[in-house]
């Protein structure tokens, strides 16, 4: 281990970048990232820190968890490190003593979550009643009064693809495409597939594609399609992205702009401001409420997004 005492960060990134080779490039940044950290840490540059940390673990966390550094970023830090540990063949009995605290501050980061969440479905509106709500302002947007703002439009839009039907991740309506054939549909995109009476959304790109494979989920809610129409008639006529940013802008929406749009439009039609998150919480727990078998339930936690049924059973 002497060996890579006098190591730069560049050398061990570069170490770290051959012996993962096929690893992201995000994943290659944040172990550099994280050297660098120790670095501003000891004020020292890292051939001069003779891997001081990596034998005295408790010494470093102390200095670690008084640092102004987030929880998430200590987490991948102590992570960071753990690599580095295989990578210089270190003794066992370190390598353990850095994975015992890594699962005990991820355990606590967990069982916090938890409690954010039982807390805020304690107290937050059930999935019923806000999808009362959307249907109720509909009349509004359904009506042939041409005047209402694309902001706005688009806004109650987004929040009834969200709320009266499945609501899957945000991501999943993120460049997603308008096609009216088949023939213009690959594997690497998302699509709204218009063909005549039918309205198909199919996500072949999202969070956990890569076990799940394709996925379809047909719109039959007569409010979106109508809404659908009218968006793509009145308001977005000439682009084949679904949700545009504005008429001068026809690039896609982002994630955080559809998450944005999607809370000011349950904050119009209900006063109050309403997350996805929100949203998606709560409509796990009312399919809880439902008691569907598991069939049913692994159909609903695959639309949205989960490989399993477990996180619609960790709180409930």
Known sequence: MDYFKIKTVDDLSNLHDNAFNSSSKSTKTTFRQSLKRIEKIYNKPMNQIDLHFVEKPKEFIEMLEASSYSDNTKLATVASILKL????????????????????????????????????????????????????????????????????????????????????????????????????????????????????????????????????????????????????????????NFLIQSVKNKRPMNGRQISNAFSQGMEKISGTELSIENLRAAYMKHIIDLDPDFQDKLDVAQIMGYSTTSIMDKHF
């Open 85 to 240: 540990l295989k990578l210089i063949d270190a003794p066992l009995m370190i390598y353990n003593e850095w994975l015992s605290y890594l699962k005990e501050k991820t355990n606590e980061k967990n069982d916090i979550e938890d409690l954010k969440l039982k807390k805020k479905l304690k107290v937050l509106v059930d999935y019923s009643s806000i999808r009362s709500i959307v249907e109720n302002s509909s009349v509004k947007y359904e009506s042939d009064n041409n005047s209402i703002p694309i902001d706005e439009f688009k806004n109650f839009l987004i929040v009834c693809l969200f709320t009266l039907q499945i609501p899957v991740r945000v991501s999943n309506y993120v460049n997603l495409k308008v096609v009216d054939d088949e023939d213009f549909i690959d594997d690497k995109s998302n699509y709204l597939l218009l063909k005549d009476n039918e309205y198909k959304l199919i996500f072949n790109k999202y969070r956990t594609s890569h076990i799940l494979g394709s996925k379809e989920v047909n719109i039959i809610n007569p409010t979106i399609q109508f809404l659908i129409d009218k968006w793509l008639t009145e308001y977005n006529k000439d682009s084949t």
